[in-house]
């Protein structure tokens, strides 16, 4: 038994990493139009960030932890545990070193399938096709999503006289945007670095599903945030600057629709499925900058 929790804290502490890395490199996620917009600094651009982020743990987590956990394949041993995070982690932590906005997403549900084509022969073919044509269409309605945002507000703008007052009242919803699309990506990715525990800290605990899920979700929030005020900073001036130059109105345009598309897909096919669908909140922010773009 104390071998057992032994590489339990082990497969812990690389979930905790994952979840910094998750932080470091998906930081730019939600901040990206903010920050390239010159609406907020970089600094209070991710504390927001890590505030909201837990909160969406927190608070919907759970939808596609439950995906993460036992969706794809039946369960999730304490070997396979470590794998899974392992191969993720080396991975994304590489990408983050060459400031490189990837999925962490796919690296992760790419590493289940390897684990489970090994430990159980197969895995869930129909998820796993919803989980594709998620990763597919995500980006694609954002950018669809941002344009149309775009466009409209643009029309309305012109009609008004006093374009400082708008101007400011832009900025201000582009900040609201931020912490909304912080608050998705928190639901959404928490469970890439927790998500493979459920099993485990089921059996080991003798916890419920909820609190357990639950309490995975504050110690992936609690990695996430320290990963984004460390070293959120490198991939966030990748993505802000170098894509596309951001204006306050196309930032706006961006970030909601960003924002909205990462709810919807943790929340409607949970409600639908019992399952939130994981997609790449990196690739559906950058769909949203090249819409506007």
Known sequence: MSLTFFFLGVGLALSFYMAWSLGANDAASPTDCAVGAGVISMKKALILFAIFSAIGALTQGFMVITT????LVPSIDLLGAITVVLAACIW???CTWKGLEISNTHSVVGSIMGYGLIAHGSIQGELLLRIFAAWITSPLLTASLSMLIYLSLRRFLRRT????RVQRAISFLLIASLCFSAYSFGANDVG???GVYVTVAQRIGNMPDYTTMVLLAAFGSLGIAVGGLTWGSKVVATVAYRIVRLDPLSGL???MANAFVIFLFVTVPYAIFGYGLPISTSISSVGSIIGVG
């Open 161 to 164: 006289i006093n374009e400082n």
């Open 192 to 194: 890439n670095a927790t």
């Open 253 to 255: 345009s961006a970030e």
């Open 92 to 94: 994304v932590t590489f």
């Open 68 to 71: 993460i956990g036992k969706g």
